[in-house]
Structures are given as C-alpha cells and as structure tokens.
C-alpha cells in the first residue's frame, strides 16, 4: 500500500538518541494505527489515534510516544529506547472510527515500514 | 482476547501449484482482512471479506463467520508469491467501546522454480 508513506525508511540509533518516526496519508482517513513488528512474527497493535485523539494505548513503554498533529499525520517520537525495541514499526489508516460509537468496519491500509535498530 | 490461529505454519509450493490457507479464530469478528507481507516487509492489502467468496486474478477468499474461520486460495503459485500471508480480524467491542485488530500467526510460503 503506497497510500501510507513513512519515513524514514531505515533508522538506527543509540540508546541515548531521540528521534521520530513519521507517517502521513492523504485518503481522508480518520483513524491511524501504530504496530510493532519483530522478525517472525505477526505485527502487535502499540496504538490508535481516532479524529486526531488517542483512543487506544496498548500498554506500550513511556519511551514511544506518539502524536498526531492533524487528520493526515501520525508521528512516533522515540527516546531512551532499547536494543529489544528493534523492530520493523508500520503504520495504517482506516476511513475512521464513529466520535461518539464504533461505526463501520473498514479496511487498514498500511504503509511500507520503519526498520528501525538500536545500537 | 481473541485467538486467531493459520494453517499451515509453513508451506512449500512448486511453481504452478495450488494452495489453501487457513484462518481459525475463536469469537464472533466483524470483519476480516488477508494480507501478504512479501520478504521487504511491505503488507499488500489482499481481501477485505467479513462473509462470502471474493477472487482477484489467482486469488480467491472466503469467510465462513458462523463458522470462525476464512480460506485463502493460491492458484497457479508464482515464485512473487513468496512471504507471509496473514489473516487480521477486528473482534468485538472491548473497554472504550474499540473494535481491536488482531492479526493470526501467520503462514510463511515458499515458491521455488
């Protein structure tokens, strides 16, 4: 899917490095999503963002934090991390879900994927 | 929460063969998507089919949901086949009234010439 775009495509850092993980899509979708995915396995949900508000946080460490500055992007400001947080971290939007209910059940589109690798 | 169990876990085809591949869960869901995720990672957008038969070229799905499961079928397995499929199923609301998506565990084929 294409219509996701991340960036970088490629990240290493240090421990000590702070840097952000980007996402941006342009469908008019309201809903974006954080997952985390470790080499053989399936992708794990860290986050959902619905109408620019955090509507999920699974139990994900203090260290992602992540933003949504308006409808199109997603950010995932990333501090303090460890080498086990290496990982291919994707991004996906859906059409949205309801403000007030859950209201339709639409497709995630997906975005090609930050690997990122902590020294 | 939900369990979303594929079959086989791993699968070898000969180019031109044909296959099935199996999504169990185990709740009602309210949808369901099929995905490959070839060797650079990219996750394709396969099928989005809560219920019924869909096909696309080669491709085909169907989702039993009275049932808890979806079959995918590969027909003609061409060598770009290769990756992960993986099945992703949005479950029932939980707290907070959210609809979380739970991908299965995945079947990693292999197409060689």
């Known amino acids: 899917d294409t219509e996701v775009t991340q960036t970088p495509k490629h990240l290493v850092m240090g421990m000590t490095n702070k840097k952000s993980l980007k996402c941006e899509q342009h469908?008019?979708?309201?809903?974006m999503y954080w997952y985390k995915q470790k080499a053989k396995k399936p992708p794990e949900l860290m986050f959902v963002?619905?109408?620019?508000?955090?509507?999920i946080n699974e139990s994900v460490p203090s260290r992602f934090s992540p933003e949504c500055p308006n409808s199109s992007l997603l950010n995932l400001h990333l501090h303090a991390l460890q080498p086990e947080d290496s990982a291919l971290y994707l991004c996906?939007?859906?059409?949205?879900?309801?403000?007030?209910?859950?209201?339709?059940?639409?497709?995630?589109?997906f975005g090609d994927g930050t690997r990122l690798s902590i020294l | 929460g939900i369990q979303v169990e594929q079959s086989p876990p791993d699968l070898i085809l000969q180019e031109g063969a044909n296959s099935t591949l199996r999504c169990n869960f185990s709740?009602?869901?309210?949808?369901l998507q099929w995905f490959h995720q070839n060797p650079w990672g990219q996750l394709i957008n396969l099928f989005y089919i809560p219920s019924g038969t869909k096909q696309n070229g080669r491709l085909s799905a169907t989702t039993v949901a009275t049932e808890r499961y979806s079959l995918l079928y590969i027909s003609s397995s061409q060598t770009t086949d290769s990756g992960v499929y993986f099945c992703?199923?949005?479950?029932?609301?939980?707290?907070?009234?959210?609809?979380?998506?739970?991908f299965g565990t995945g079947t990693k084929l292999q197409v060689i010439p």
């Open positions: 992703a199923v949005l479950g029932p609301l939980g707290s907070g009234g959210y609809q979380k998506v739970t």
């Open positions: 996906a939007s859906s059409q949205g879900l309801g403000r007030e209910r859950i209201e339709g059940n639409q497709p995630q589109h």
């Open positions: 709740d009602s869901v309210n949808n």
């Open positions: 963002y619905s109408y620019e508000k955090l509507s």
């Open positions: 469908m008019g979708h309201r809903a």
